[in-house]
């Protein structure tokens, strides 16, 4: 278990700051989305932790898969919050300051296999955040040998183990982007630290449901 996965969840800044990603996701958008958004998960996550004791002792990928067995409706609080703080941490996680990081060989030819190609991949994982209807998540998954793409409504989290997700609640793009979803995910695109990506593919697989 790493830290800072247990209660009480804590929102760690950003190590490189939110200015480090310009100009793809400026600092006022990073701001609001790292120090304000997922503040708010990370806060009502111990809340309704605080008032269910019972919940201290497990880690933040064990609260995700264990929501759907709790009463109503601390399961939907659990579920939202838990999957909130998860999701948020893998996304900023994933961002690199450098732009156009590309993938190893190594992960290059896990890439070609499944898609033919990494400009193909890249096309079916924006094709699959445009079609997310509302607010949600485009995910690259590891399902066995295979990689997919899925998309996930509100903060829930994908089957399979997780390598790379888009998150496209308006509040990841509006500041800067405004209503052009397309133009931020090309732009979130090009700052994917791909290293990261192919870590989760090979180290300790997570699975949260
Ligand atoms: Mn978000």
């Not at 497990?58 to 601390?74: G, S, W």
């Not at 898609?115 to 995910?139: H, T």
């Not at 399902?143 to 989290?157: H, R």
């Not at 630290?193 to 699975?207: S, T, Y």
């Amino acid at each position: 278990m790493s830290k800072n996965d247990i209660y009480p969840f804590e929102n760690l800044p950003l190590p490189s700051g939110n200015a480090a990603y310009e100009p793809y996701i400026d600092a006022q958008t990073m701001h609001f989305h790292h120090d304000r958004h997922l503040q708010t998960y990370t806060d009502d996550l111990n809340a309704a932790i605080e008032q269910n004791p019972h919940l201290k002792q497990y880690a933040l990928a064990e609260l995700i898969r264990r929501a759907d067995e709790l009463p109503q409706p601390l399961n939907n609080t659990v579920r939202n919050n838990a999957g909130g703080v998860f999701n948020h941490r893998f996304y900023f996680e994933q961002l690199s300051k450098t732009a156009d990081v590309q993938p190893s060989k190594a992960l290059s030819a896990v890439i070609v296999e499944n898609f033919g190609s990494f400009d193909e991949l890249e096309s079916r994982l924006k094709k699959a955040a445009l079609s997310v209807f509302g607010s949600g998540y485009a995910w690259l998954v590891a399902d066995g040998d295979s990689l997919e793409i899925v998309t996930t409504a509100n903060q829930d989290v994908p089957s399979g183990c997780p390598l790379l997700n888009i998150d496209v609640w308006e509040h990841a793009y509006y500041i800067k982007h405004r209503n052009l979803r397309g133009d931020y995910i090309d732009d979130l695109l090009r700052i994917i630290d791909w290293n990261v990506v192919e870590a989760r593919l090979n180290d300790g697989r997570v699975i949260l449901r």
